[in-house]
């Protein structure tokens, strides 16, 4: 069954970064287009990035683009969520799926940006 665990969450300052991991199991990672989302407190679940499964394709929410960076390593069945200039508004719980997403999801990494 497919288990997955977000990780590297955390209080940072606006401009600040932070690097999300998510490590996969119990389905072929490798075959699978993946995804990450975020629920801010209050907000709807809204898609942040999903990624091909190679890594060779990536597709960005306006409001991330160029600030995001989404990645995957196969041979470990992790990927990966590069956030620099992080803003405020960008403040929520992120989660990791498959892509379009299944019905179970992971505990997520609380993000706060914050001064």
């Known amino acids: 069954q497919v288990h997955l665990v977000e990780s590297g969450g955390g209080l940072v300052q606006p401009g600040g970064s932070l690097r999300l991991s998510c490590a996969a199991s119990?389905?072929?990672?490798?075959?699978?287009?993946m995804s990450w989302y975020r629920q801010a407190p209050g907000k709807v679940r809204e898609l942040v990035a999903f990624?091909?499964?190679?890594?060779?394709?990536?597709n960005y929410a306006s409001s991330v683009k160029n600030r995001f960076t989404f990645s995957r390593d196969n041979a470990k069945n992790t990927m990966y969520l590069q956030m620099n200039s992080l803003k405020p508004e960008d403040t929520a719980v992120y989660s990791c799926?498959?892509?379009?997403?299944?019905?179970?999801w992971g505990q997520g990494t609380q993000v706060t940006v914050s001064s």
């Open positions: 990624i091909s499964p190679t890594g060779g394709s990536t």
């Open positions: 799926n498959i892509y379009p997403p299944g019905t179970y």
């Open positions: 119990g389905f072929t990672f490798k075959t699978y287009m």
